[in-house]
């Protein structure tokens, strides 16, 4: 009994200093902790405001306090995170970046290949390959704004920031703006104003022509092609302030190249093409006969290109052996479609002509020609300096004197004519 009148009479000054006007100070603390708990039975939630929490005044915990402010500047600092990876998902989509790099990929190396005998400049290279990623980026969000309506109707593109409703119209419009004006002006301040024109007109030209003209008619193939060439011919004038008869030669690769690179994706799908309203070859090609002929025409017509290349002093004898057999590679894949006309076949068409790109550039830069390393072979052959800057110079009168056009004119392209001036 002794024990139970103790805890009570414990207990009871415990409540009277809790609730007197003037508590004993021996007991302040212990007092202050049970209205503590008392006031707190449960931990606040997080959305819970902090000044809720200092209500209690001097009977607030100080600690429990600055944890809610930390918990609440988490949640913010997380919602902006999360936010800014949407928007970076979204105009990552946007931009087809993988397509992006692949244009930034052509042009770079056509820099590279425009620097001729001199050193390579890193920074000029990177202002070069920033500005078209930023051009590219624009073009492709354009690309998407005008074809929200047609992107909805398609499997492959319904899930699109746009379509989709993960991103309003006019962000995705300021966006493209500002990616655009900032690529032009980088080129223009950077590099020189032959490159910034040629972006600026491949932006228009992707844009304002091509991408209507995908509902109107299947010339639109052809269009992109060319939309597709520029990029190394602008990463050329970017280097060297110039557009030459060599500067040609990717370009051309390129425009070939693409023809048979679409025509196999627009046979893999052709059923989504229908669906949203563009206006394909393969739609009016069931058999895929037709297109199979287009794409292997385009093979052969880069066979060629190799020989060109080498003689105009570009790169070496390697390069026409390696480009040759590049084509005759991709080449069989369309004969192989063109025989069997199969989906399996216009896909291993389509994958060989993901592989000859990149092996065709890196073959160019591999086996691009230095006049430092012509010198030697010159001087080996008992000639002298003199004599070798007269082998240069008539070599390069020979060069000019020669178009492109008369190189196509020989076979496998007899039906091309020779111009007047070209003389064997």
Known sequence: MWRRSAVSRFSSRISLSSSSSSPNPRLIPWSRELCAVNTFPQPPLSSEPTAKLAISGAGSDPNRVLSSSAVAATSRIAAAAGLGQHYGRCYWELSKARLSMLVVATSGTGYILGTGNGAVDLAGLCYTCAGTMMIAASANSLNQIFEISNDAKMKRTMRRPLPSGRMSVPHAVAWATIAGASGACLLATKTNMMAAGL?????????????????????NTWVGAVVGAIPPLLGWAAASGEISY???????ALYFWQIPHFMALAHLCRDDYAAGGYKMLSLFDPSGKRIAAVALRNCFYMVPLGFIAYDWGLTSSWFCLESTLLTMAIAATAFSFYRHGTMEKARKMFHASLLFLPVFMSGLLIHRVYDEDKQPLLEAAGLSNSASSEVKTQRRKKRAAQAPVAYASAAPFPFLPAPSFYSP
Do not use: C, E, G, R
Request: glycine share 0%; proline share 11%; charged share 5%.
């Open 199 to 219: 972006a600026s007109a491949n932006l228009v030209l992707y844009a304002f022509v091509y991408t209507p003209l995908k509902q109107l008619h299947p010339v």
């Open 246 to 252: 060599n500067s040609m030669i990717l370009p051309a």
